[in-house]
């Protein structure tokens, strides 16, 4: 089967660092995707890693390992406006998997 | 661009009704997706085209659910009869090539079936 496993929740200040985290079980792999998503708004696609490390777009990095099933997202220098849900996403035989979602909360 | 277009934007109908959901991809994408959000399921894939040939419809939920792609710029999602359980947000979306890990979605269309 297919899952990925990631945080409900996350509260963090403005300016702060947070790390969300997504394990996942798959039976084919062909990497692993960030979107960001806003209360009543569309997906919109943040990063992609089909290889292991670490990639960096911005005041966004996402990381891969592989060999352990497990990536994250990382977001520096918060802001007001990334307080949104974040999904992280396998693509393998089925397009597209999603994660529940990761609610982030900045607070000022 | 003017990205992936759904309408309607919102609907709401009664059970029993017939919905039909449409949407245009972005011109030149050989993948287009049909998504549904809810609060319990979160984000589910329905279906998927490529080339505008059903390539995997494993997710449609029942016989009540049909999709089809005509043509390369316009696809339909059709619920008949609707029930209350419907009730979601339905995306669609398109990929030049899905294996990049990125999708363009559309702003979605909210359905409400009382």
């Known amino acids: 089967g297919q899952s990925l496993e990631q945080p409900s929740e996350v509260t963090a200040v403005e300016g702060a660092i947070v790390q969300i985290n997504c394990t996942y079980q798959?039976?084919?792999?062909?990497?692993l995707s960030w979107y960001q998503q806003h209360d009543g708004g569309a997906p919109t696609f943040l990063s992609y890693?089909?290889?292991?490390g670490l990639e960096e777009t911005g005041r966004f990095s996402s990381f891969l390992s592989r060999s352990d099933s497990y990536g994250y997202l990382l977001l520096q220098e918060l802001q007001m406006k990334d307080s949104a849900s974040y999904f992280c996403?396998?693509?393998?035989?089925?397009?597209?998997?999603f994660g529940s979602g990761t609610r982030l909360q900045v607070q000022p | 661009d003017a990205g992936v277009i759904q309408s309607p934007r919102h609907e709401v109908t009664e059970m029993g009704q017939e919905v039909t959901l449409r949407c245009k991809p972005i011109s030149g994408h050989d993948y287009l997706f049909w998504y549904r959000q809810t609060m319990m399921r979160g984000l589910e894939l329905l279906i998927y085209?490529?080339?505008?040939?059903?390539?995997?419809d494993s997710g449609m939920p029942e016989d009540r659910f049909s999709a089809k792609m005509p043509n390369a710029s316009f696809s339909t999602l059709k619920i008949q009869p609707s029930e209350p359980r419907d009730s979601a947000v339905y995306f669609c979306?398109?990929?030049?090539?899905?294996?990049?890990?990125?999708?363009?979605f559309g702003e979605g269309s909210r359905l409400t079936v009382l």
């Open positions: 798959t039976s084919g792999f062909y990497g």
């Open positions: 979306a398109s990929s030049w090539d899905y294996q990049t890990g990125e999708l363009f």
């Open positions: 996403a396998h693509t393998g035989r089925r397009a597209l998997t």
């Open positions: 890693n089909a290889l292991d």
């Open positions: 085209f490529n080339n505008n040939v059903p390539i995997d």
